[in-house]
């Protein structure tokens, strides 16, 4: 059974920053291309930043670009997202997705994280 557990949001202040994790079981996580999205209140869900596997093909939504950084560690089966110099505006859930389909295998959701940019 392939699992997504998300951790580490939370409420910070603007300006501050948080650290994402996204640990996955089931699946050999270095076949999957790895994604976070988020969902804000209100709005539909955004593709915050996605990085590939071998190669490691980096991209973020241009709202993000310079204060969130996207890492991956396949040995431990787990996805980062650095997150800095927050804004209120990144007030959302985050979700991790881990896709399979360049080999044929599945897409996968984690539950979600919320994360709150609030003084």
């Known amino acids: 059974q392939v699992q997504l557990a998300e951790s580490g949001g939370g409420l910070v202040q603007p300006g501050g920053s948080l650290r994402l994790s996204c640990v996955a079981s089931?699946?050999?996580?270095?076949?999957?291309?790895m994604s976070w999205y988020r969902r804000a209140p209100g709005s539909g869900r955004e593709l915050v930043a996605t990085?590939?596997?071998?190669?490691?093909?980096?991209e973020y939504a241009d709202s993000v670009k310079g204060r969130f950084t996207i890492f991956r560690d396949d040995v431990k089966k787990t996805v980062i997202l650095q997150m800095n110099s927050l804004k209120p505006e990144d007030t959302a859930v985050y979700y991790c997705?881990?896709?399979?389909?360049?080999?044929?295998?599945?897409?996968?959701w984690g539950q979600g994280t919320q994360v709150t940019v609030s003084s």
């Open positions: 997705y881990a896709d399979g389909s360049t080999v044929h295998a599945g897409r996968y």
């Open positions: 089931g699946l050999r996580l270095s076949a999957y291309v």
């Open positions: 990085i590939t596997g071998v190669g490691g093909t980096i």
